[in-house]
């Protein structure tokens, strides 16, 4: 989620870019939520899977790069010992 007072209903879309070439890949509608914590918004790109190193761009925040894969996890749990 973010929250960010730089961030105008204006830009209601968010951006996928690869984290290589800074190029799109994806926009998505930001959804507005407010609650009892404040006002935020979301990026839903629960949509794309396309594997690849990606950041997310909404109005003036960005994500740190994070990837996309099938086995994202294989590396950390496949050489976990057996719980018995």
Request: with cysteine.
């Amino acid at each position: 989620m973010l929250k960010d007072p730089m961030f105008t209903s204006a830009e209601a879309r968010g951006f996928m870019l690869d984290a290589q070439s800074d190029r799109s890949a994806a926009s998505f509608p930001v959804t507005t939520v407010k609650n009892r914590r404040g006002q935020f918004q979301i990026l839903d790109f629960t949509s794309f899977t396309k594997p690849g190193g990606y950041i997310l761009r909404c109005g003036q925040v960005s994500s740190r790069p994070f990837a996309i894969s099938d086995d994202l996890w294989y590396g950390t749990t496949h050489d976990l010992p057996a719980i018995e």
